[in-house]
């Protein structure tokens, strides 16, 4: 027989090796069971950690937004804030409920302070917003976080302050 015509039944073995091989790397959002589908996207809810990195950054522009008179910037990020422990709350049930304390107690005194523009009642809605912060850490086993009462600084592009 042939040489060539002998390698076509090892080529055509290959073939599937390489269809196999591919099917493990599947694209699960088109070809997943609608299990795997909502497996996958459960897993891929943004963690405490992945929205505290956000929160930690808008807590220090809200500082510096104040510091700075540019209070609808400040009053911008509380309502970020809010929103995004609000997604907190749906991504993990199981921290709901002291979000919710934070939701109802850390927040107040930022009217106040956003309609007068005035340092001191945003300094004691900071400090309040601070310490509800705070005991939300304690609460979930995670003490040794500790928030700055006045952030150093702020890397946000819209206060552009000179980066140290
Ligand atoms: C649910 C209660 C809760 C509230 C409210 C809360 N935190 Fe957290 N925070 C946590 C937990 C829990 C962690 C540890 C992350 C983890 O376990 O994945 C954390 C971690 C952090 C971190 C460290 C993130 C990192 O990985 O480096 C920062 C910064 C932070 N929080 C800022 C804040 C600020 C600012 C506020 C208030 C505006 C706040 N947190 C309110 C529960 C909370």
Known sequence: ??????????????SWVSVAAADNHKDWRKDGTLEEKVAHIIQTLPSTANIMIEIGKRYQDLYWAAKLGKWEFAQYQVEEIEGLLEVLQITRPGR?????VFLDKGLTGFEAAFKSKDWNTFSRAFQNMHAQCMSCHIVNDHAFIVLPVAPAASSSLILNLPQK
């Open 1 to 14: 027989m042939n040489r060539w015509i002998q390698t076509i039944p090892l080529i055509w073995a290959l």
């Open 96 to 100: 709901a409920a002291s979000t919710q």
